[in-house]
């Protein structure tokens, strides 16, 4: 320990300078994705898994890296290694009590979700063309992306994957820029919409079985798609408004009153089957 630092109140005259310096230093906005800027070889941005040279997924599945998440913003899926079940991590599970070797039992429970698969089965020509009339520059990058979008009607991983291999563009720089602009999205759009309210009004209502009958039957959660994309399942919030009328359901932006869990299951069957939903109360 230096003498200054044996001073009373030199650290509190150190902490007090260091931020009239910093509050002093003149503010750059870099103008992005117009203005490139070289990354930080620490920047992680979004994770990519890895793949060995058979296509297969060099994760373990160990659910270790969302366990120790600080936040709890890792929600993993996958197979048990017979592939046999479809095992899930997320926030409800990550306690110490429940990291036992056996990843089946670790999981907690098992989920309708499906498999991932490496390399999605969609045709790369057109997005090879299109990479080809923007000369593969990664400047065009936002061009790039909207003309993927209007080909493939969204972006799939497989293409974004694929359009950073070709302009030599980082994955996790392609999908800040994808996540920057409201028009672009990653999951084709669904035919019908079902969004429950999650008040304190509407959950004593029977809310929370609502929601969970139209999971289970959709087989996707909260801001999924279901498997065959023709549903997409949201939330809201009424503030309290559907008192007495049973939990606020919309079905492609009609008001349901007095849903039940039945009827709810019923409803997601007839939007995935192709019909509109009857809007009357069960």
């Known amino acids: 320990m230096s003498f200054m630092d044996r001073l009373p109140g030199w650290g509190l005259f150190k902490g007090v300078s260091f931020g ?22 620490h920047h992680r941005g979004r994770l990519l898994l890895l793949y060995d040279e058979f296509g297969t997924l060099k994760c373990e599945t160990c659910f270790q890296c969302a366990a120790a998440c600080p936040i709890e913003c890792i929600d ?36 309708p979700d499906r498999s991932f698969s490496a390399w999605q089965g969609i045709d790369l020509a057109p997005l090879d063309a299109i990479l080809t009339e923007e000369d593969h520059s990664p400047r065009k990058m936002l061009r790039i992306l909207e003309r993927t979008q209007e080909t493939y009607g969204h972006l799939p991983v497989a293409a974004i994957q694929h359009i950073s291999h070709k302009t030599g563009a980082w994955y996790s720089e392609i999908y800040g ?106």
Not at 22 to 38: A, F, G, H, S
Not at 230 to 247: A, F, H, I, M, N
Not at 266 to 278: M, P, Y
């Open 20 to 41: 009239v310096v910093q509050m002093l230093r003149p503010k750059v906005t870099v103008q992005y994705p117009e203005e490139i800027v070289d990354i930080s070889p």
């Open 76 to 111: 993993m899926g996958g197979v048990d290694t017979k592939n046999r079940f479809h095992v899930h991590w997320g926030p409800a599970e990550q306690y110490a009590e429940r990291r036992e070797e056996s990843a089946l039992r670790r999981s907690g429970r098992t989920v």
């Open 177 to 282: 820029i994808a996540t920057s602009y409201r028009q672009l999205r990653f999951q084709p759009v669904a035919a019908h919409e079902l969004a429950v309210c999650r008040c304190t009004v509407c959950t004593l209502q029977g809310g929370g079985r609502v929601l969970a009958a139209f999971e289970a039957a959709l087989g996707t959660g909260v801001e999924g798609v279901s498997p065959d994309g023709r549903v997409r399942l949201l939330t809201v919030d009424c503030g309290g408004e559907s008192s007495g009328t049973g939990p606020r359901v919309l079905v492609d932006g009609v008001a349901q009153t007095r849903l039940t869990a039945e009827r709810a299951t019923e409803i997601a069957a007839h939007l995935r089957s192709g019909h509109l939903a009857d809007s009357r109360p069960a």
